[in-house]
């Protein structure tokens, strides 16, 4: 679980979404940037730049080269069954990559 502060990411996304346009919340890890633009939790900010450094060490892990990805994003939406976690990123040669994560 990510907690930052004593407070679960996870229990303020569907909050944050809730007030988007889309029902959705985009954190891209490549840049740190959240979409739509607005104000959000310092925690939130906090919590992506934590993962923003540890992520090319989980992808070496993997035994994957982190410098042949791109575009890492997390996106988070409100469906009608509850919520969606979708993390995507595009590879060295420009091909997308997709998965669920079930939560």
Known sequence: MNCVDGQYI???LPELARHSAKHEIDIDFSNGQISPPGEY????HESISCWKDWLPRHIANHRLEPERLSEIHLRYR?????HEIIVTAIDDRGKEHEV???A
């Not at 939790?41 to 939130?44: D, G, K, S, Y």
């Not at 409100?78 to 509850?82: C, F, I």
Request: glycine share 6%.
């Open 78 to 82: 409100l469906v009608k069954m509850g």
């Open 10 to 12: 996870t229990d303020i």
């Open 41 to 44: 939790p310092a925690v939130l």
């Open 100 to 102: 669920f994560v079930h």
